[in-house]
């Protein structure tokens, strides 16, 4: 069992800056970002894979940025140019198994609780 927590959500102001934070409790082969708003379906936003290979949805490109720092077992989420429809919740996910499939929610294994994030005008 690998326990994920998410942190550094919050509020900010169109345009702005907000940094995420996926604390886990061991080390994890596959990361990735999600967000889901109620009725919809979950979005993937980021992923980063064992060998550090990054993906991005087109709808954060130039915008989100996911780094990991192995030592703290810590992902990341930089989150730059924020947009109203950035607003929603933010999960974390791991794939302890190493299949490393981008921004797919079938094979994440273990999820945070998510993170709030809202982005006013």
């Known amino acids: 069992q690998v326990q994920l927590v998410e942190s550094g959500g919050g509020s900010a102001q169109a345009g702005g800056p907000l940094r995420l934070a996926c604390a886990a409790s061991?080390?994890?082969?596959?990361m990735v970002w999600f967000r889901q708003t109620p009725g919809k379906e979950r979005e993937g936003v980021t992923s980063?894979?064992?060998?550090?290979?990054?993906t991005y949805a087109d709808s954060v490109k130039g915008r989100f940025t996911i780094s990991k720092d192995n030592a703290k077992n810590t992902l990341y989420l930089q989150m730059d140019s924020l947009k109203p429809e950035d607003t929603t919740m933010y999960y974390c996910a791991a794939d302890i198994l190493g299949r490393c499939v981008p921004l797919s929610t079938r094979f994440y294994n273990f999820w945070g609780q998510g993170t709030q994030v809202t982005v006013s005008s």
């Open positions: 980063i894979d064992r060998y550090g290979r990054t």
């Open positions: 061991a080390s994890v082969l596959c």
